[in-house]
Each structure stands twice: as C-alpha cells, then as structure tokens.
C-alpha cells in the first residue's frame, strides 16, 4: 500500500511519508527472511537457502531495472507521469 501510494501523491511532503512509511514496514524483511529459515532448518541446509534468498534479490534488481525503464514509457497516460506508474 505504501508503495502504491507514491504513484497518487501530488506533493513532495506526501511521497517523503510514503517513503518513511515503507522504511519502516520493509525495514525489517530481509533480516526476517533469514532468521526465521533458522528456526527450521539445520545450519548445512539453511545455507542453500540464504543463498537462494540473496540471489534471487540480486537477479530482481537487476529485471526491475528493465521493466521499469519499460512502465516509463507510459507517461501521460491516465495523466499521470510515467515515474508514478512504476510504483502503481
């Protein structure tokens, strides 16, 4: 939701708490993910899965780039620039 709503703000003030926001909902995620595998798994088996974890964040990061520059080329449409169609 926090996300989303930086694609309908208008001003700087409301896209600044948008960001807090997500800094504060995302903020914990990653540490997450790899701690709670930990509950479960042993510590040979918890390491294929970090390591899952940590490549498929970087191979994300490097397709959204793609796709971004793509959902970019929407600007104008529904009158919105084509920087907050990225975030909807």
């Known amino acids: 939701i ?4 930086q694609g309908v703000v208008t001003g700087y003030g ?10 504060l909902f995302e903020g914990g995620l990653l540490p997450g993910t790899t701690l709670y595998p930990a509950m479960f798994y042993p510590k040979d088996k918890l390491q294929l899965r ?3 974890l940590f490549v498929s ?11 971004a520059s793509a959902i970019s080329h929407m600007d104008g449409i529904g ?10």
């Open 2 to 5: 926090a996300t989303t709503m």
């Open 14 to 23: 409301g896209l600044l708490a948008c960001r807090v926001l997500l800094r």
């Open 50 to 52: 970090v390591l899952i």
């Open 57 to 67: 964040t970087t191979l994300s990061g490097a397709f959204s780039s793609l796709l």
């Open 79 to 88: 009158g919105r620039p084509g920087w907050a169609w990225i975030f909807i």
